[in-house]
């Protein structure tokens, strides 16, 4: 018997859309604040500092992140942790352009772990596209551990 | 300016992660999570005894370092993997190597090092050159 027949299955969620219905705008003021606060100045081209492809995508995204975490039945008290980040840019993302968010919770995985016991690996999907309409600027998966406490 | 496998990308360092920064994020995150914000969270939770910089701000970081290393460049794809945790007043030093150079595309590797504890962020890019 493998080691993940000793627990449930995780809830079947790959599939849910992520869409988001909020527009996300970069004011040239946020971008200032934001790439002072990594120590660096903000581009002179109008292009605003990459990092925002986590931050926009996070925020405008269909759910919150305690919502996204409910929806795998997790608490988000119980401490969701990044796993990892991946991203890619077809085009830089303006200051003052407004995009919209398309996505998609890709899997969510039972394992266990020898340090953090019985965990889920959730993997989602993000796009962030021009508000208007058109081809996606960027998408982005990232990867979440939660840790299954009860299940330990 | 050329670039060649091997080749060391200039370090980003932060002296010291600062705790007014993770403020700041926890409104452009739309986070108010208190392991970013109240250092007595961070000790109830057993998790440390000062704050943890939100995940983003390490990203943040590593692309500071490689959009510095090739100015006019844009970074085309990047993956980071989260291994440890960033907190206040850390110093971090951002650091890489050019792994691949095909036309005007470089493969990176790089890491995010934190002064006696070791690597918390590891991951690889690739950035177009003259975009």
């Known amino acids: 018997m493998s080691e993940e027949a000793e627990f449930p299955p995780a809830p079947q969620v790959a599939g849910t859309s992520l869409d988001g219905t909020k527009i996300f705008t970069v004011s040239a003021d946020e971008n200032e604040r934001l790439c002072r606060s990594v120590g660096v100045t903000p581009a002179a081209d109008g292009t605003a500092h990459p990092v925002w492809y986590y931050v926009a995508t996070q925020v405008a995204m269909g759910k919150t992140v305690a919502g996204v975490c409910e929806t795998c039945e997790f608490d988000v008290e119980d401490g969701p942790m990044m796993g990892s980040s991946g991203v890619r840019f077809f085009r830089p993302i303006m200051v003052d352009q407004p995009y919209k968010v398309g996505g998609e919770i890709l899997s969510l995985v039972r394992k266990k772990s020898r340090k953090l016991g019985v965990m889920d690996v959730l993997t989602y999907r993000l796009r962030l596209q021009p508000a208007d309409g058109g081809e996606a600027i960027l998408e982005t998966d990232n990867v979440w551990v939660l840790p299954r406490k009860e299940l330990a | ?131």
Not at chain 2, 35 to 53: P, S
Not at chain 2, 58 to 72: I, K
Not at chain 2, 86 to 114: H, M, P, Q
């Open chain 2, 1 to 131: 300016m050329s670039y060649a496998v091997g080749d060391a990308i200039a370090p980003f360092v932060i002296p010291s992660v600062s705790a007014d920064a993770m403020k700041d994020w926890a409104v452009f995150l739309a986070d108010p999570n208190p392991i970013h914000l109240d250092v007595e969270v961070v000790k109830a939770k057993g998790l440390g005894d000062r704050v943890i910089n939100q995940g983003p701000i390490n990203v943040a970081y590593m692309m500071n370092m490689l959009m510095a290393a090739f100015p006019g460049g844009m970074i085309e794809a990047m993956d980071s993997r989260f291994l440890d945790n960033v907190y206040g007043g850390d110093k971090a030093v951002a650091s890489g190597r050019i792994t691949a150079v095909d036309g005007n595309r470089i493969d990176c590797e790089f890491s995010l090092d934190i002064e006696g504890r070791g690597t918390v962020n590891a991951g690889t890019a690739t950035i177009r050159l003259n975009a």
